[in-house]
């Protein structure tokens, strides 16, 4: 519900930033060539706030879709002698022509200067780096190994773990040859090649780059140290936020994924927890909930 609401409002808002920008595309190319804008309104219907600036007056009117601008002799205004040569109907035709264009070129211009932002800000996402190769495993095979940073793929430069993941998936299909360009631990930039006619079709799906070719992406170590602890087995064998996973079963646990790893390979069973909680050192059990995903039963300690 939380979430059709935020998706409601993002669309309203985007709406409106659209028609802000076309609107004063208009206004603005009208002010320039000459044209006296009487009214810039964002909405239709009654006006619910207004206020001039200069000789043009702003409104957010009642009904929050759409907007216009108003210009002078654009609907047979009584126009003032003095007021005639900055009517937009005694324009000439290319004047008009312009400030009609001028909402469009202005969405137009917006797209491009956002999209522009958007990529000086970066594209979010794990960087190229391989965590771990499968042993044996085609990628394995083919050279790749722990640290390996994927530079290009098929001459196309890479940015983000996964970023190729469709293209990769397709030239499975087609039983062609990826080639990949990286850079090895030591810094050395070699060129490796995977042939897709050796990846079984029974591999080739979403989990085409982890179980097929057997390369997983470098993940950050993250503590295992517990956030929200929602309903669940976790919940009620009294876990709490701020509850450090030490041990499971006798055996250290190295971070949140060597954790979540273990997890989900008891579904069902008792697991025998060691928790660091504010200093002390505390016994836990607690047994994961059987949740199926895909073809496989993994443990869940949370709902």
Do not use: C
């Not at 937009?88 to 999209?115: E, I, S």
């Not at 394995?140 to 293209?167: C, E, H, I, N, P």
Request: net charge positive; charged share 25%.
């Amino acid at each position: 519900m939380i979430n059709g609401i935020y998706t409601v409002l993002a669309f309203l808002v985007a709406i409106a930033v659209l028609i802000v920008v076309h609107e004063f595309g208009h206004y603005w190319v009208a002010r320039k060539l000459g044209v006296k804008v009487l009214r810039f309104s964002i909405g239709f219907g009654k006006p619910i706030y207004s206020r001039y600036f200069g000789e043009t007056e702003f409104v957010i009117s009642a009904i929050p879709v759409g907007g216009y601008v108003r210009m002078l002799g654009e609907h047979d205004d009584d126009v003032a002698e003095a007021d005639k040569d900055r009517a937009f109907n005694r324009k000439p035709v290319t004047t008009r022509m312009a400030v009609a264009f001028a909402g469009p070129l202005f969405n137009l211009l917006f797209a491009v200067l956002a999209y522009w932002v958007v990529n000086m800000a970066g594209t979010p996402g794990l960087q190229p780096v391989v965590g771990k190769v499968s042993e044996p495993s085609i990628a394995y095979a083919a050279g790749f190994r722990s640290g390996d940073r994927l530079l290009k793929v098929d001459g196309k430069a890479v940015q983000t773990w996964g970023q190729y993941r469709t293209y990769i998936y397709r030239r499975a299909l087609e039983r062609g040859t990826v080639r990949f360009r990286v850079r090895t631990p030591a810094g050395k930039v070699v060129d490796r090649a995977i042939d897709m006619n050796r990846v079984p079709i029974s591999r080739i799906d979403e989990n085409l780059i982890t179980r097929g070719l057997g390369l997983y992406g470098y993940y950050p170590e993250i503590p295992a140290v517990l956030g929200t602890v929602m309903k669940g087995p976790a919940r009620n064998a009294g876990l709490l936020p701020g509850d450090r996973i030490l041990e499971i079963d006798g055996q250290s646990v190295r971070d949140w994924n060597d954790l979540a790893t273990r997890i989900h390979g008891r579904p069902g069973k008792k697991t025998h927890l060691l928790v660091s909680r504010d200093g002390q050192k505390l016994q836990v059990d607690v047994t994961p909930d059987e949740k199926k995903i895909a073809d496989q039963t993994v443990g869940q300690t949370s709902g």
